[in-house]
């Protein structure tokens, strides 16, 4: 007996509909992880297949077998690697040559070969691993030659590279961006890929690639301008003629300020008579934020939203040029595509320093993003990129300098282990960055890593909040776009994130933009810095603080305000950068509680205190509650059940301590 099956005729036509329907989505692997970021006691973690993940990863530009082995044995299973879509350097300045080949070959010509190769050489060397490929977009030689349209266009005639503000560029990379996504989902590869980070600019960092800084002349950019300011001003002409204070501006005239430089300024702008550069600075800005979050969402779509996104953004702590790009965090925290942020460690790189993150990343934390810090450390083994890779490298380049590591392990040692502690400390995550290969290629540093990833793993996070920061530090993240000097004033106020970790009590750190979300009542001491003017609710809030007994202090572009508890306004005119002494003077009167006063760098937090000195000795230790101190390298008691203990260190070296309160 037969059964027949009677449908509806369908045509060729619709058949064919279907198919390429079907076929526009990825084919998932049964083995696809769903990697994510999900809060775990108000702090963003790594989830893969819905269990906590250590946030720590290893990288190399030249990821060679041999280290990946070396990283496997520490137990960490997060790997990065880099891919091109353009035949061309990172830096444009310096002239160094492609990591890898390109790409995009052509029009609908993909070469996968360099994504294959790494991922051969990470699973041979790890079978567990979970790897986030860091993909560059600026477009390839080829791409520009035949798209003037869409790139940057120099007054001389030429291109260069993108222009950010095209739509055409964004579109066709978006393109091939999602190509890829969904090649890799759909290849024996898909198992081991736990996301894609956007990268593009100087260093792939979206930074404006310097000539990209203020002389893009393409069409398209005084178009895009035009149309931001008919958003930013509600499409209403009298708004944005008062704003620039020219009766004659409109939406059809309005032009881009000239940023150059050419006309030199030693002075603050003034908002009466130049919105038309903040406009131009935020403008700028927020393209590359919107760039970036139009980029993650062509990867949360291809990847059917299981692959991580994230992205380099934000130096507003670090990058006081506002030309380069880096003052729209605040709109780029809101992009729902977007689950990790990450920049290098600030680029002091002397012992006895803390080396902040370039960015708040409490404003990240509180947007529920998570933050990976890279720690490109150098070490008294790192290598030079003209011995590693002669071909890339330009003469006389990467030689010198910050490229340079200490002289001894035992000063390398300690810089990994300042970078564990901070980032135990503050709940964040961040990845080795072994740059040209072999800079953690030694036992010690090896265990560093290891012992990062099982303290993160092992020890259960301190409850109850007793080792919250009293301090806190709101930074105006638009600061630079008022600086006529395109940085040396906005500096000179930033640079107190040097002396503010070592104050021997910690901090929180927050954008202006977030105060309406932060709950402020643990802290004894607000410092408003880099607000060149209070608005109304600003001198509200002050009154208010001050009135719950919170001292506020304010560094503005003449000096430092210092406002207690029914008192008036403490003025200090010029005083913008303050010693660590001075700070722990101003927490302490305050009524925060400083834990050691030795000036060394200290973080405290989550159940972890690491202290990191130069020159060693006795470090008197006061706790705010009784505790049980241990170390967790030797699981030997440093203190039991006392508020008060004391550390003898040796010089040049980093501690790390287990702390539970009673």
Not at 41 to 55: A, D
Not at 509 to 527: A, E, G, M, P, V
Not at 654 to 661: D, H, S
Request: aromatic share 14%.
């Amino acid at each position: 007996m037969k059964t027949i099956c009677r449908c509806s005729p369908i045509s060729w036509g619709k058949l064919l509909i279907i198919i390429f329907l079907y076929s526009s989505f990825p084919v998932v692997s049964a083995g696809q992880q769903r990697v994510e970021v999900k809060s775990t006691e108000g702090t963003p973690s790594l989830f893969v297949n819905g269990k906590q993940y250590p946030p720590f990863a290893y990288m190399s530009y030249f990821g060679e077998e041999e280290y990946y082995k070396e990283i496997a044995g520490t137990g960490v299973h997060l790997y990065c690697f880099p891919a091109y879509l353009g035949d061309r350097g990172i830096n444009t300045m310096s002239g160094i040559g492609p990591f890898r080949q390109a790409i995009w070959t052509g029009p609908d010509k993909y070469d996968l070969s360099s994504i294959k190769t790494d991922f051969k050489k990470i699973i041979k060397a790890d079978p567990d691993a979970k790897i986030i490929i860091r993909i560059h977009l600026d477009p390839p030689e080829w791409w520009e030659k035949q798209n003037p349209d869409a790139c940057c266009q120099l007054p001389d005639g030429t291109t260069f590279r993108q222009c950010f503000f095209s739509e055409k560029w964004k579109n066709e990379t978006g393109n091939v961006l999602k190509y890829l996504v969904k090649w890799l989902l759909a290849s024996d590869y898909s198992k081991y890929l736990a996301g894609i980070h956007v990268a593009a600019g100087g260093t792939e960092e979206w930074v404006y690639h310097y000539n990209q800084y203020f002389y893009d002349e393409n069409p398209v950019r005084q178009e895009a301008f035009r149309s931001w300011l008919k958003h930013q001003y509600k499409n209403d002409t009298i708004l944005l003629q008062e704003a620039w204070q020219n009766p004659a501006v409109n939406f059809q005239k309005a032009t881009l300020a000239d940023i150059s430089g050419k006309q030199k300024k030693r002075e603050w702008r003034d908002p009466e008579t130049e919105q038309n550069y903040i406009d131009t600075h935020q403008f700028h800005a927020e393209t590359l934020a919107d760039d970036i979050a139009y980029f993650c969402k062509v990867v949360k779509d291809a990847g059917k939203r299981r692959l991580l996104t994230g992205a380099f953004y934000g130096y507003h702590y670090y990058i006081s040029d506002a030309r380069k790009g880096h003052g729209a965090l605040g709109k780029l925290l809101d992009c729902p595509d977007l689950d990790y942020i990450s920049s290098p460690n600030s680029y002091n790189r002397v012992i006895g320093e803390d080396w902040p993150p370039m960015v708040a990343i409490q404003s990240v934390q509180l947007h529920g993003k998570l933050w990976l810090a890279e720690n490109d450390t150098r070490t008294s083994i790192t290598t030079l990129l003209k011995d590693m890779a002669p071909g890339v490298a330009p003469p006389g380049q990467y030689e010198s300098g910050v490229w340079l590591g200490p002289d001894d392990m035992e000063t390398s040692e300690s810089f990994l282990w300042k970078n564990a502690g901070r980032m135990l400390a503050q709940g964040y995550g961040g990845w080795w960055f072994d740059m040209w290969g072999g800079w953690f290629s030694d036992p010690k540093l090896l265990n560093v890593i290891k012992k990062t990833n099982e303290f993160y793993s092992s020890c259960p996070k301190e409850k109850g909040g007793t080792m919250k920061p009293q301090v806190c530090v709101m930074v105006d993240g638009q600061l630079c776009f008022w600086d006529a000097t395109n940085g040396s004033l906005t500096n000179k106020i930033f640079a107190n994130r040097y002396p503010l970790g070592k104050t021997g009590t910690p901090y929180d750190l927050f954008l202006r933009t977030d105060q309406k979300k932060i709950s402020t009542n643990q802290y004894k001491i607000i410092w408003l810095m880099g607000f060149l003017e209070l608005n109304e609710e600003e001198k509200l809030k002050i009154k208010e603080w001050q009135k719950q007994g919170i001292t506020v202090m304010w560094t503005d572009g003449n000096g430092t305000h210092i406002f207690k508890q029914d008192q008036g306004d403490c003025f200090v005119k010029d005083l913008f950068l303050l010693s660590d002494s001075q700070l722990r003077d101003i927490f302490e009167n305050a009524g925060a509680h400083i834990y050691i006063r030795s000036g060394d760098v200290f973080y405290i937090g989550r159940g972890w205190l690491c202290i990191h000195t130069v020159f060693g000795g006795k470090k008197p230790i006061k706790l705010p509650f009784q505790a049980r101190v241990t170390n967790p390298l030797t699981n030997m008691p440093v203190s039991d059940f006392s508020d008060t203990f004391e550390l003898d260190m040796d010089p040049k070296s980093t501690i790390i301590l287990r702390v539970e309160p009673m």
